[in-house]
């Protein structure tokens, strides 16, 4: 692998975001509205109220909008990993593309059959079989995000492998350590549950909306209980997924848990900033305070972080000049190295593993085991040889600061929205307060801001690592023309938005037009 040029790198993470979040506008939607749907359905079975069927026919219309466009953005995104990041699939292809190919051929396969039942087999199968096919749809949507979130959670903390020199590749070596590291749980429970709280409040949107305008007033009113009951406990639980992985990150990401609090200099009884403005002249390793003003909650961060209020939280000069005691992901505690000290360990690996395999093509087996020994003491700082400076590991700290926090206040917003939406509800006061009706429909373009702003700490807050530690950017993209990835930058960015706004667009006729047509 050789380095590439930096627009290039650029733009081919950008047009990887681009689709990223094109895609997350649409899958939470999916994973949340098809539970909704199996759930308003059972109710269906269980009375054999036509009312639970109307109802359940209409919000399958928006989640058949939604899914379709999803699909469209999903695939365009597993075939960039082929076309923009061929280095990074050459590395880790054997490991990275065991859970997608499972997510193809069991969750998706599973999930596209009973759509097609769900879709159209009413009146041509039983109730409980049209049931059981909504709720395997339901089943396979998320069984779809867990595949994909197992293979993104391994870029976060690679497990379960060893890199082979021979083939210059990464191997599975256990299978059950990829699909069940931390990681992979927190991430697969955290995001789905997220994309529960989309729906839920979707959902309670568009209800608000009937009600206000004195439209389907008993769909509305029921579709808010549902949306309410499901969205609160998703939330709940949200909370507790979101402190896990913020314990995970702190462990294994320490850099990113420092951009996240914009956190300079570490500290016991760290706090967490509540509120705070960052300082947009701060560098590392300088005087500058890293806060124009902020509002801390005092000790909480090394709370949550590592569970006592005396736990030390590294900061990013920290993280940059070593010399801490941190747990490593064996376990055991060591003193962590300068960021400089690993950038020379990176490339002494570097160096050996291209030595080895000159020496292993001419047959010269003590020389190649030399080196080999050389590779595996540093292979744990093999990404940072393709760095040139130790502030190359620093992410974006603004952009990363603020979706944190902008996440975490929107989160606890939508607890106490769906709160209050419970109180209203079942007190039948909700058609009497126009302004909470109000309140909950302009909360929709809300709960994916929620969602983007999740997935920009995901994915900024660990620049440069595509593969944690082991693979950067920079070493990870394709070698083509710049020019192309510009260009086919700018057609995605047209194409996906036609597809949102055509989205949006029949969405909105759909809602307008109301359960009246369904049957």
Do not use: C
């Amino acid at each position: 692998m050789e380095q590439m040029d930096l627009s290039l790198v650029d733009w081919s993470r950008a047009q990887f975001a681009l689709t990223a979040m094109y895609h997350w506008i649409f899958v939470p939607l999916t994973l949340g509205l098809a539970f909704l749907i199996a759930i308003m359905e059972t109710f269906y079975v269980k009375t054999g109220d036509e009312f639970w069927k109307k109802t359940t026919k209409f919000w399958m219309t928006l989640f058949g909008i939604n899914f379709a466009i999803g699909v469209a953005t999903g695939i365009i995104l597993e075939f960039e990993f082929g076309t923009n990041w061929s280095n990074y699939s050459w590395f880790v292809g054997d490991i990275f593309g065991a859970p997608l190919a499972i997510e193809g051929i069991m969750a998706f396969f599973m999930e596209s059959t009973f759509i097609a039942i769900m879709f159209f087999g009413w009146n041509k199968v039983s109730k409980k079989a049209h049931l059981a096919a909504s709720w395997l749809t339901a089943i396979g949507a998320n069984l779809s995000a867990l595949w994909i979130l197992v293979a993104n959670a391994w870029m976060q903390y690679p497990t379960g492998m060893r890199f082979n020199p021979d083939t210059a590749r990464n191997e599975m070596e256990n299978f059950w350590d990829v699909l069940f590291s931390p990681v992979a749980i927190n991430k697969f429970l955290h995001t789905v549950t997220s994309g529960y709280v989309t729906a839920a409040v979707f959902v309670l949107g568009v209800s608000s909306w009937y009600l206000l305008k004195k439209r389907e007033t008993l769909l509305a009113k029921r579709s808010i209980v549902i949306a309410s009951v499901f969205g609160l406990l998703s939330s709940l639980f949200l909370v507790m997924t979101g402190d896990s992985s913020a314990k995970q990150v702190a462990e294994k990401q320490p850099m990113k848990l420092a951009a996240m609090e914009g956190l300079y200099d570490g500290t016991t009884n760290a706090g967490l900033v509540a509120l705070g403005v960052l300082n947009p002249q701060k560098e590392a390793g300088d005087k500058r305070p890293a806060f124009l003003f902020k509002v801390e909650i005092p000790s909480a961060l090394s709370i949550l972080s590592f569970g006592s209020s005396s736990a030390y939280v590294p900061g990013i000069n920290d993280i940059l000049k070593g010399g801490y005691m941190y747990t490593n992901t064996d376990g055991k505690s060591e003193i962590a190295k300068p960021t400089a000290a690993r950038i020379s360990d990176g490339k002494k690996a570097i160096a050996a593993f291209g030595s080895y395999q000159t020496a292993a093509k001419a047959g010269n087996r003590t020389e190649a085991s030399q080196h080999l020994g050389v590779l595996n003491d540093n292979f744990k700082s093999f990404g940072y040889g393709y760095l040139t400076h130790p502030k190359d590991i620093i992410p974006n700290v603004p952009l990363t600061f603020y979706s944190f926090h902008i996440m975490v206040t929107l989160g606890f917003f939508f607890i106490a929205l769906f709160v209050a939406s419970l109180f209203f509800a079942f007190n039948d006061m909700l058609t009497k307060h126009r302004w909470f009706l109000w309140i909950s429909l302009l909360s929709t373009p809300l709960v994916y801001l929620a969602g983007q702003t999740g997935w920009i700490v995901a994915e900024v807050g660990r620049q440069p690592w595509v593969i944690q530690d082991i693979m950067p950017s920079v070493a990870a993209v394709s070698r083509i023309d710049t020019s192309s990835v510009m260009v086919t930058f700018m057609l995605f960015v047209l194409i996906f938005t036609m597809l949102l706004i055509a989205e949006i667009g029949i969405m909105l006729k759909q809602i307008k037009k109301g359960p009246e047509g369904e049957h």
